[in-house]
Every structure is written in structure tokens, then in C-alpha cells.
């Protein structure tokens, strides 16, 4: 079907800045979010629900995309290497809000606080993996969803190192998929940097402890575009 999103006989996604350049878009995209996380940790913004991330997404890209905060109105795919070449199966847009009421159910009533900490990172990695997988937006799910795990731990005492997640944001989004992979999900490497994310002992530069998952290496990722289905 043809992407409303995008610009006629293009693949670049309509903007504020009617930026028709992939590689500029991105930078213009960078900086924007950027600034407005800041903003969002200022302003100490409090996770109740998964669907604190429609009110993440519209902060993050209010300047970038008229479109900020809204979930997408097509279905989308794309393409992993990592699960050669297939899609994880993200939620349908007309079902993204019902998903997110199940997601509440699931996991907002869980008394986090009482958790030991490797409990609430167990559980906690199974929530983001299930907020990810809902995939609410045409464009900047993983980023969304990274500000909104580091807004949640903080919340509740945690320290989440950042700069772990952006350094290594290839295995990040990576794990992501395969804990996205319903009863075949794997949690097991995005809750192995998630622990090392809430741990101040962990050098951010190794380079051997991201650098795969199972056959597949980090450095043969490279970042493509969702495509309308």
C-alpha cells in the first residue's frame, strides 16, 4: 500500500522541516530528541502506564513530525537480519490501544516497589520487550522506548546508565528483537544489558560483550527504514 507517511516518489518521511534527505533528516531527528530528553528527565516525568509512551514519542518528536505521539494508522514491517530477513510481528494499529490496556493489566499492577532487584529486572525485561513489540509509531519506537525504561527505573530508585544503551544501541535494538519473538522470544541478552545497565561497574567500552548475539555480529547491523505493508 502506499506509505501516507512518507513524500510522493520518496522514501523519506514527511517532516516539520520538509527535510527530503535521509542522512540530514536523521541528524535534524538526533538533535531534536536529544533536547527534548533532557527536558523530560528536568521535568521528572512519572511512568503509570504503557501508555506513557504516546506522551514519551509527542515530547521527544513534537518539532520533528506533525504526527508526534499518535499511534501509526498502517501496518508496518521490517525486515531483521538477525531472524534472516523476516519481521517481528508488531501489533496492528487498529489494535495498539487494546495492547497496551493488556500490557497494563499484566505488569501496572505489580507491586515493583517489594521487588528484589533481580526480580523487578526479570520482570522488567519482559515488559519492555512487550511495550517494543507493540511498535505504536511510524518511527521512533526503540528510541521511545528507551526513555521510557530509563523514566520507569528511575522512578523506582534505579540508576540507568544511558550511555550503555546509545554505545551499544545495535545490540540493544537487537536484543529487543529477540525478546520479541512470542513463545520463541529470547530475553536473555536484552536483560543481560539491562543488569549491566542499572550497575555503575560496567565498562561501557568493552567492546567483546556486545559485539554478538548467537551467529550474528554487531557490526553487520545496519539501521533500515519500516516499510508499510
Known amino acids: 500500500m502506499k506509505d501516507p507517511y512518507i513524500y510522493k516518489d520518496s522514501d523519506v518521511l514527511i517532516n516539520k522541516a520538509n527535510i527530503k534527505d535521509k542522512d540530514k533528516l536523521d541528524e535534524f531527528e538526533n538533535r531534536m530528541t536529544n533536547l527534548a530528553l533532557i527536558s523530560l528527565i528536568k521535568d521528572s516525568f512519572k511512568i503509570n502506564t504503557s501508555k506513557d509512551v504516546l506522551k514519551i514519542h509527542k515530547k521527544l518528536f513534537e518539532n520533528v513530525y506533525d504526527w508526534a505521539g499518535e499511534t501509526r494508522k498502517i501496518d508496518i514491517y521490517k525486515e531483521e537480519p538477525i531472524i534472516n530477513g523476516k519481521s517481528v510481528e508488531y501489533t496492528a494499529h487498529m489494535s495498539i490501544i487494546n495492547e497496551f490496556t493488556h500490557i497494563d493489566r499484566q505488569?501496572?499492577?505489580?507491586?515493583?516497589?517489594?521487588?528484589?532487584?533481580?526480580?523487578?529486572?526479570?520482570?522488567?525485561?519482559?515488559?519492555?520487550?512487550?511495550?517494543?513489540?507493540?511498535?505504536?509509531?511510524?518511527?521512533?519506537?526503540?528510541?521511545?522506548?528507551?526513555?521510557?525504561?530509563?523514566?520507569?527505573?528511575?522512578?523506582?530508585?534505579?540508576?540507568?546508565?544511558?550511555?550503555?544503551?546509545?554505545?551499544?544501541?545495535?545490540?540493544?535494538?537487537?536484543?529487543?528483537?529477540?525478546?520479541?519473538?512470542?513463545?520463541?522470544?529470547e530475553y536473555q541478552y536484552l536483560q543481560n544489558i539491562l543488569v549491566d545497565a542499572v550497575s555503575n561497574k560496567v565498562d561501557i567500552d568493552n567492546k567483546e560483550k556486545y559485539t554478538q548475539i548467537k551467529d550474528y555480529h554487531m557490526d553487520q547491523y545496519k539501521y533500515a527504514y519500516h516499510k508499510a505493508k
Open 107 to 185: 505488569y501496572f499492577k505489580t507491586e515493583w516497589i517489594l521487588l528484589k532487584k533481580e526480580d523487578f529486572i526479570h520482570l522488567f525485561t519482559r515488559m519492555i520487550a512487550d511495550v517494543w513489540k507493540v511498535h505504536p509509531f511510524r518511527e521512533g519506537n526503540t528510541r521511545t522506548v528507551a526513555a521510557f525504561a530509563y523514566l520507569f527505573l528511575k522512578q523506582y530508585g534505579y540508576d540507568f546508565n544511558a550511555r550503555l544503551i546509545s554505545h551499544h544501541a545495535k545490540y540493544f535494538r537487537n536484543a529487543l528483537v529477540m525478546a520479541s519473538l512470542g513463545q520463541y522470544a
